[in-house]
């Protein structure tokens, strides 16, 4: 019998298309499930309710990061739109309890516990703009 691999288009990596966590091959079948639940309804929150709390910037869910118990939850955002990234993390991590209010809300019925939420930049854009630029430079 083959052993079963997480697939990474069920679970993108915040780490940049392609990129595997050492770990990430450990995580569950339900970890999966929950964590792309949890990134597909966070992102809806920002889409719908972002501009009342954040203004103008874009805030998008790159990857969602479930402990084994399904009661925390690492969430990777990448932010556009604004000068001063972490002021905005700082602001969307102030609502972080409004948010998992509105997240359990939408996935109560799903899910046993609604996951303790924690905000994190994800910048491996920044870093593949950045090797591409000196790959660039080079010619």
């Not at 955002?77 to 409004?98: C, F, M, N, V």
């Not at 998992?100 to 939420?117: A, H, N, T």
């Amino acid at each position: 019998m083959i052993p079963l691999q997480p697939d990474s288009s069920i679970h993108p990596s915040p780490f940049g298309e392609g990129a595997r966590r050492a770990d990430e091959a450990m995580d569950s079948t339900r970890q999966l499930k929950v964590a792309r639940l949890v990134q597909k309804e966070i992102a809806g929150i920002f889409m719908l309710e972002g501009k009342n709390y954040f203004g103008s910037a874009l805030i998008t869910v790159t990857g969602v990061r479930i402990s084994p118990d399904l009661s925390f939850a690492k969430i990777y955002l990448s932010l556009y739109g604004t000068k001063d990234r972490p002021a905005l993390l700082a602001q969307i991590k102030e609502h972080a309890a409004e948010i998992r209010k509105k997240l359990g809300k939408r996935i109560g019925k799903q899910v046993r516990i609604i996951p303790e939420i924690n905000f994190y930049i994800d910048d491996s854009m920044d870093y593949a703009a950045r090797i591409n630029e000196l790959l660039n430079k080079k010619d």
